[in-house]
């Protein structure tokens, strides 16, 4: 089964703080995709990567930055956070044509 | 711009009960998926559909490719259905999500 584990389930950051999010895949897979889910809005894609060391801007890329120096690993950086960037974030995997797979999501909160 | 629209948005149901989700989409997909959140809970994939129907227990899924719309039957509903559904398409390598349904399954 695939396993997609975030590092963090909750997360409290101070306004200005530097903030990473990992995630991690066991499964092989070439996609890998950051999104933020907000009540009312559903999920909006912030940045994905379909191979190492590649990376595409999503919907909402403006505060993020990612990293993916591993196929296994996709990271999200917040630079500098800010207070709307308190979210529910959840990354995902996928092969090509195949189903996305979750990871638990990790609730920041930037105070 | 919505690639992908839900309807209803939220629903209410007593246990027993056929219910009905529909999802349209704009854009040229390679597979349909329905998604299942549970309060607090991760998102779980249902379905992956290109055409035609599948059922899973009591669930059941449709796609019309041409009239570019598919519907989520859940018959029998129970109270541990209670969730967000969420319709997404595929194209290619992107994802495009509908805002969910929320359904309460009442005993």
């Known amino acids: 089964d695939v396993k997609v584990t975030q590092s963090s389930r909750y997360l409290v950051k101070r306004t200005g703080e530097k903030v990473f999010l990992e995630c991690v895949q066991d499964?092989?897979?070439?996609?890998m995709f950051w999104y933020r889910q907000d009540p009312g809005l559903g999920l909006r894609l912030i940045y994905f990567?379909?191979?190492?060391?590649?990376?595409e801007k999503g919907d909402i890329p403006e505060g993020y930055s990612v990293s993916r120096e591993k196929k296994e690993r996709f990271s999200l950086i917040l630079e500098s956070a800010s207070t709307n960037q308190t979210s529910m974030y959840l990354c995902a995997s996928s092969r090509q044509y195949s189903p996305l797979h979750f990871g638990n999501g990790t609730r920041l909160t930037v105070t | 711009k919505n690639e992908v629209e839900q309807s209803p948005q939220n629903l209410t149901a007593q246990e027993g009960e056929f219910i009905t989700i529909n999802c349209s989409y704009s854009v040229g997909i390679s597979a349909l998926h329905w998604l299942q959140q549970h309060p607090g809970g991760g998102i779980v994939s249902l379905f992956m559909?290109?055409?035609g129907k599948k059922k899973h227990g009591r669930l059941i899924a449709t796609i019309n490719i041409q009239e570019k719309h598919s519907s989520l039957h859940i018959t029998a509903s129970h109270p541990r259905d209670s969730a967000v559904y969420i319709c997404a398409v595929n194209t290619g390598n992107q994802f495009y999500f509908g805002t969910g349904t929320s359904l309460t399954v009442i005993p």
């Open positions: 990567s379909y191979d190492v060391k590649m990376k």
């Open positions: 499964m092989d897979h070439e996609n």
């Open positions: 559909l290109s055409s």
